[in-house]
């Protein structure tokens, strides 16, 4: 290939890299509605946090539910509870108990991660290295046959959710994307806290469940 051609090859991969990257921002943003999962909330609470170990530290842990909770009420944040649904104390001040038990879960779900597979700038951590949390789940596995009104309105608990996720449709849906045991886990967790969406959250555009569910 001549230099010329080369160059306007790698110039039109670049284009393309960004336009895709692009699109993934804007799909992200879409959903900007959609109640933060386990993964952000770590990572906001720890970024607030005036105390806290390192993220490292953190994410490499081992913690039960139990302590994982008296670890962040024990340490203190730069937020403070603004609104009466604002549960938290601690670093966890200004988070709902809707975010607090969606964080709590996560952690516990996910936590530890092997030190190696994180990368070496600690501020590459996020949310692309961190185990998926049930929000990243949701729109990455649920939305290709149904759009997100269906588990947007659905009111279940743990056990309800995940019987969903194990009927036919699901798990074949879940397997065929070699969703873990663990990620299900996740998943589940996250939906008995998060939905259903309150109507006036989601956008005029979401709303109304197609007919048949
Ligand atoms: C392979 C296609 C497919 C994917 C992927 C899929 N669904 Fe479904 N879903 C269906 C179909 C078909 C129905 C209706 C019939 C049924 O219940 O099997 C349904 C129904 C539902 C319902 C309505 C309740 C009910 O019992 O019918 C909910 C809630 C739901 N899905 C949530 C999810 C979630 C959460 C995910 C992500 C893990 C997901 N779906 C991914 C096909 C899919």
Redesign the pocket.
Known sequence: MSRRKTLVVVASIAILAAAVAFALAQEEDKFAWVPAGGCTLTLEVVKNCTNCDDIVTIVTSQKTRDEWKAYFEGKETSKKNESEDQKGIGALQGLTEQKINTLLDYLTLNMPVVKDQLPADPAKIDCTVLPMDGKQ??LQ??????PIS??A??D?DLEG?LA??E????I???D??K?TEKQ?QE?AHY?TYN?PIPEDQIPQEFRG?PP??
């Open positions: 789940e949701l596995f649920c939305l290709s046959c149904h269906v588990p309105y659905e279940r959710w969903l996720l009927d036919r449709t699901h074949t849906a879940l065929a994307n969703v299900r998943l939906l939905m469940r048949g569910y």
